[in-house]
């Protein structure tokens, strides 16, 4: 049978990225059930999602009654996504209104609940919403972080739609049974490759393309997480609900992961998982224009210098009694002086982490491919090898590691 999907509408202006939303839905084979609330049906009406759900459209509790749809809906239904949420729909959930059929569908519904809230930046910082918002996260619903960017009319902030393909990357998690166990964590990721430039077009950088980052930063939104995503040069789209900074040198890297780390008006993030590639060594200054050819057969020297160790400086400044937990990836070939295991045991012993993920990258493997395969040793001696598949299973393989590491229960979602 195919999974059953509510989608619900409420009326803001980016109820027409929930078309989308609703094509995606279908065309992966989901059975989806639209509900609107009146105000949404103003911004898109009940032809278009009849259409392309393949199913009638109510919005109220008295069409086919004999049907009981305002309990049947959410009694049936697989996931139910919100998409957009306003603020009104966040606080009618919230304090359990139950007066349109929207409404009802997310009283009786006892499946996993996504809710992607849209509206303008007042609204969603005002301290009413942030109630709302984590009165609903504690009862186990998938509140994703709206993204920051443009709003109705010249506004710009924090309030915008995540993009309906992000939004459904979170929703098919969901639906894969993920755990909750990340619920309350503030985690940070860091993803990409560094570049120390050399002069205004050439620099030092490395083949990360910043997937395996974006993959853990997916996985940890739906598994319950508070995500920020430092990113050193990733060209691809934020993950739903992750606050993502933006960096291009090591150094740049480093003052933002720290920042973020210990930054956090709760404390120190929970957990930090470094899987950006940083540049190991910088040019000791960098020239004001382009380095030409010399014609005459000379090649110029680059003094290098020695970059900061970021996870280094995590373990020495993490909070005392263990704090935050420190994860690191180590890209390893073996050599004449020992395997891949045997390079990555002795960096973990090195830097001190938690946990290292370890990736052979001999023979062209894991940068920039869908595939990766890893082994993920623990700074208790113990070792769990990840067969070949894709970032997403990577991922969550290390988000279990760290759960374990730091004996983490999950949060269970409470009724009502």
Request: hydrophobic residues 40%; glycine residues 10%; proline residues 7%.
């Amino acid at each position: 049978m195919s999974p059953r999907v509510v989608l619900g509408v409420s009326g803001g202006i980016a109820a027409y990225k929930a078309a989308l939303l609703l094509r995606l839905f279908t065309e992966s084979g989901h059975d989806v059930r639209v509900v609107p609330t009146d105000s949404a049906l103003e911004f898109v009406g009940a032809p278009t999602w009849e259409a392309l759900s393949g199913h009638p459209v109510h919005t109220g509790v008295f069409s086919d009654v004999h049907e009981v749809p305002h309990v049947r809906l959410g009694q049936q239904a697989d996931l139910v996504v919100v998409a957009p949420a306003t603020a009104n729909t966040l606080a009618r959930a919230a304090h359990g209104l139950a007066d349109d059929l929207l409404t009802n569908t997310l009283l009786t519904a006892r499946c996993p609940v996504v809710m992607a809230p849209a509206m303008h930046t007042e609204m969603w910082t005002h301290p009413a919403t942030r109630h709302n918002v984590a009165a609903l996260r504690a009862r186990g619903v998938v509140v994703i972080d709206p993204d920051d960017g443009r709003l109705t009319g010249s506004d710009t902030g924090p309030g915008r739609l995540p993009e309906p393909q992000a939004i459904f990357d979170v929703c098919r998690h969901v639906l894969s049974g993920a755990p909750r166990d990340l619920e309350g964590r503030h985690v940070v990721v860091s993803a990409g490759g560094t570049r120390e430039p050399l002069d205004p077009v050439r620099y030092l950088g490395n083949r990360s393309s910043g997937r395996q980052g974006l993959a853990l930063a997916e996985v940890a939104v739906a598994r319950g997480a508070r995500v920020t995503l430092v990113a050193a040069n990733v060209e691809r789209p934020t993950p739903a609900g992750v606050r993502r900074i933006d960096v291009g040198t090591t150094e740049e890297l480093r003052a933002a992961v720290l920042d973020a780390v210990g930054s956090d008006p709760a404390g120190a993030a929970d957990a930090v998982v470094m899987a950006a590639a940083p540049a190991d060594f910088r040019p000791t200054s960098t020239e004001g224009s382009k380095i030409k050819k010399t014609g005459d057969g000379t090649t110029p020297t680059i003094e290098l210098v020695e970059n900061p160790d970021i996870l280094v400086e995590l373990v020495r400044t993490r909070g005392g009694g263990g704090g935050t937990v420190v994860v690191g990836f180590a890209a390893e070939t073996g050599d004449a002086n020992g395997s891949v295991l045997d390079h990555a045991r002795r960096k973990l012993q090195r830097k001190g982490c938690d946990l290292l993920v370890v990736n052979d990258v001999s023979g062209d493997r894991v940068f920039g491919r869908d595939e990766t395969e890893a082994v993920v040793l623990d700074a208790d001696g113990g070792s769990v090898p990840v067969p070949p598949g894709s970032k997403t299973a990577l991922a969550h393989a290390v988000w279990e590691a760290v759960v374990r590491r730091a004996g983490w229960a999950p949060t269970a979602p409470s009724d009502g």
